[in-house]
């Protein structure tokens, strides 16, 4: 699916105050310098994907502190798939407490809530370009576009394209003009440029690129001709990973050498960690040669294609085709842990959470009617849930305790979950969750209820990482008051620290 605004998007819908307004104006002008045109929600005109000029949609900057809601047709797909989103934040204030912000969700069949993919608020004076990638579901679903004008008065946020393509983010051939959001780390003298086509301004240009064998093809490559100091450094890097990925990065390289060049590849966390996982300091032969490294990331990672020349006479790397599978390319066995089959919706039964005998049940899976009292499930409002209630022990300040499934160490999660309480006198301390590494006996807390609205589905998040497979328990206590419960339902771990 693509819809580059304004082409014909009737199917697209909208709610909330504050409506999507369609605009003309130049592709490479920040959004906030243009004049809006009067026009209906949606542009009826097509728009030149290939020119500087074209159509986009933005939010209506008259209604602060309100919402654009923007959703697409239903949409399905068994495959892997990758949204690419080319934006714009722009403002004129130089520092907002408060800022717009450009929020895209996933919205699920038969679930009663919307799943935030993406999130971005910092301004920028051109178009940017978002990759997301879309794990393979049998579920239709459709993608929520919402825009929150906040307090800014001078913010403006647009969109110029919306696609969803088949594969992965990762992937690239270089022969669109977006170059699949990979970006030059710019440097004052090196750096990565798109070769090939009818660009004749390099000593290192190529007779053809790979992908189509001919000199209309284009790459990516960098040559050392501007090189002035020791060790100059240039980087190509690739949109970060949205979903765990495990399998076989590959891609096509030429290495013209007649001095010392290190080309690297690295992966690096959000933290800023660099891990090296395939590297090269010899040309292996005057064609194009095939890299393929094994390649894991459970939690979001830049793949960054580095080069390292020593002197102006160094040479050049040239890349194409760059490719993922997730069957690792040295054929080992095993399967990577997936962080979404920890959580748990208690919709067919508790899945992989549990309860030790000793501590009693304290927790039961109920389904409770939709009514003026109580809001029913937190999925769908009329499904099940997990309930630690009175009824189920007369023991004041006894505790029930759920313990998750064991995840693996050394690596960042992000718990979301969903929790009501009712009849507490004081909330503070009544649920709390704990994390417990199996080889020791002392248990973390990590998060515990300060106050929270009575009787309302209210959602928590906790980053955590430890270096040593740990279990989650969430643990109850009984209130003075014999109507007392707690509530918690929909489950869900991500690999990746909470955004």
Known sequence: MCVRFGDTVGKAAQRGPAPWQAGEGSKGKPAASRELAPAPCWGSRT????????????????????????SSPELYSEEWSCIRLIYQIATTSEAS????????????????????????????????????????STKKYKIVLEG????????????????????????????????CGFVNRWNPNVNWFVGGGNIRNSQSILPKDHTLNSELGHYMYVDSVYVKHFQEVAQLISPKT???????LSFYYQ??????????VYLRDTSGFYEEIWKTESALSADWALAEVDFNAPYPMEVIFEVAFNSAKGGYVALDDISFSPVYCSNQTG?????????????????NFYQDHKDGPGWSRVKVKRNVY??????????YYLLANTKFTSQPGYIGRLYGPTLPGNLQFCL??????????????????????????VQEKIWSVLDSPKGVWTQAEISFKKPMPCKIIFEAIRGVSIRSDTAIDDILFQAGPCL
Not at 158 to 179: M, Q, R, S, W
Not at 242 to 248: E, L, V
Not at 255 to 264: P, Y
């Open 47 to 70: 728009a030149s994907g290939t020119g500087t000029w074209g159509h986009y949609i933005s939010v209506d900057t008259s209604y602060e502190g309100e919402k654009a809601v923007l």
């Open 97 to 136: 407490p408060d800022p717009a912000r450009l929020n895209l969700y996933l919205r699920q069949e038969g679930e009663g809530f919307d799943r935030l993919l993406w999130s971005a608020k910092e301004p920028s004076d051109s178009w940017l370009i978002a990759s997301l990638d879309l794990t393979n």
């Open 148 to 179: 929150e004008m906040r307090q800014d008065k001078s913010a403006s946020i647009a969109v110029f394209e919306i696609k969803i393509t088949p594969g992965y983010c990762l992937e690239c051939d270089f022969e669109e003009n977006h170059l």
């Open 242 to 248: 949205t979903a765990p990925m495990s399998g076989c």
């Open 255 to 264: 290495l013209k050498q007649e001095s010392s060049i290190v080309f690297t």
């Open 335 to 351: 399967t990577p842990f997936n962080p979404a089959e920890a959580g748990c919706n208690f919709e067919e039964d508790l899945c």
């Open 374 to 383: 109580r809001a029913g499930d937190h999925t769908t409002g009329f499904g």
């Open 416 to 441: 979301r979950f969903y929790y009501a309480l009712y009849g507490f006198f004081k909330m503070s301390g009544t649920l709390a969750v704990y994390i417990f590494e199996e080889n020791h006996v």
